[in-house]
């Protein structure tokens, strides 16, 4: 009884998300005391495990097949250790994120002196997107950005990424998806049929794992038609 009660003010909890949540409530985390030598130390430890080819992303695997994409542009970078990844893999990285504080983490942790091809932008995906002009076939990624927004902002940014992106292009989303559609509030898993409906023009190839204890997967690349 207490469990289904719990369940229910759950899923209505979705209900009162905002458009920014995701952002303040990262941000807050982001400005605590500490959390710069925690958060270097953890992406650190992410680069020495190569958690950029971990099963929700494999971005070495997805480059290897495309060999041609020079450029990579990442989506809600946290504090950096994703773009950092990827950069000695491609000529450019575009790595971008609302929060300053997370901003200041990543670059006091990945300085241009080693990482001279990392460009960091401040600013909402919705708001970031739309100024972007590339030329070449470009890799989208995404570490767990999307399921923490609503569906209209998912969608939104599904839209503009597929609006940016070049032809040959490819995304690799570590994203939640599921055999059914739920929502609570931060947390949004989406089946399929969702994701292909959010992005018409690309080719899924949901290969993600399912989450140990969880009833979703995490992760899945697209080709774009
Ligand atoms: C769970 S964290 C993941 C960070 C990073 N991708 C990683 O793998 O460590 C989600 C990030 O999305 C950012 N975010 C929230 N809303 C966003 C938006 N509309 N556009 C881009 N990033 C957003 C948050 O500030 C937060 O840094």
Redesign the pocket.
Known sequence: MKQKIINTLKIMSAFFQS??D??Q???GQ?EAPGKFERDRDA?YD?LKKDLLNAPPLRIRNLLALHPQIKTAV?????????AAAISPLVDTVLA????AA?LDISKRAYPTGIYPNITWIQ??????LPTLHLPTPTIFF????L???RDK?ALL?CRLIDETAPAGSVISF?EAWGERTWHQIMWHIRTKGWWEKALPNWTLDFHGDFEPGQDFHMGFWGTKK
Request: with cysteine.
């Open positions: 458009s920014t995701s952002f409530r990262h941000n982001y992406g992410n990442d989506v809600g970078s946290g504090t950096g250790w994703g971008f994120e609302p929060s997370a600013g909402f995906a919705e708001e970031v995404t570490g767990c950005v399921s923490h927004l902002e940014i570590a």
